[in-house]
């Protein structure tokens, strides 16, 4: 079972932030939370990952809660290349922890 | 480099029949992974390998035999084929990083429809 609660679409408009939510309140210490997008059925592309503090590279910011149960992952200036399912994904690290365990994602479009 | 690449993009196969569908990577990463997604699905993952010579089952492994002679290559196998793999197949690779994997670099999938 995935481990994640993602909404399962969202809506933004182009040029505007848009902010994905996702709830993993069962998260433990050594886990972390990835970000994964698939634009129309291609494989999926990963986005940008975090342990407890916030991440930002050339794609995305990704915000972790301090209490770890809960994140978004923002795209400061959607255009309509982003459209695509978005999916967060708790992951350990080492040994079988590392697999990666998908949900549904959330489908973001971006409109004009 | 290339990246992942799978082999083919699309297949039709009839109900028994027998196929290997092709995954290589050129990065040398050591993990690489099969997964199938169906419609309105999230990805489940098949099989997966830690590096040359060493396989492990996924969440779905029935009806699915995969090896691994080498770091490039990670065939998966349908041995008989029914209509419930119709489906897309993804292949993914990582390395090594921080004690642990890397995030996953994924093929662009190959279609396959069992009539």
């Known amino acids: 079972d995935a481990k994640t609660t993602q909404p399962p679409s969202m809506d933004c408009a182009e040029g505007r932030a848009a902010n994905l939510p996702c709830n993993h309140s069962?998260?433990?210490?050594?886990?972390?939370v990835y970000w994964y997008r698939q634009i129309h059925s291609q494989g999926p592309q990963y986005i940008i990952h975090g342990l407890k503090n916030n991440e930002t590279n050339e794609m995305a910011s990704l915000i972790i809660t301090e209490d770890r149960k809960s994140s978004t992952l923002i795209l400061p200036h959607a255009t309509l290349r982003d459209t695509a399912v978005y999916y967060c994904i708790v992951r350990g690290n080492t040994g079988t922890a590392s697999k990666l365990t998908f949900g549904t994602g959330t489908r973001l479009q971006v409109t004009l | 480099n290339a990246g992942v690449t799978q082999t083919p993009k699309f297949q039709v196969l009839k109900t028994g029949q027998s196929m290997t569908l092709q995954c290589a990577q050129d990065m040398n990463h050591e993990y690489m992974s099969w997964y199938r997604q169906d419609p309105g699905m999230g990805l489940r993952l098949i099989h997966y390998s830690v590096g040359a010579g060493i396989t492990d089952q996924g969440e779905v492994p029935n009806g699915y035999n995969v090896s691994r002679s080498t770091t490039e290559d990670f065939p998966l196998r349908l041995l008989s084929a029914a209509p419930s793999q119709t489906s897309v197949y993804f292949c993914?690779?990582?390395?090594?990083?921080?004690?642990?994997?890397?995030?996953?670099?994924f093929g662009q999938g190959t279609r396959l429809t069992v009539v």
């Open positions: 993914a690779s990582s390395y090594p990083s921080g004690g642990g994997w890397s995030e996953a670099f």
């Open positions: 069962t998260i433990s210490g050594n886990e972390y």
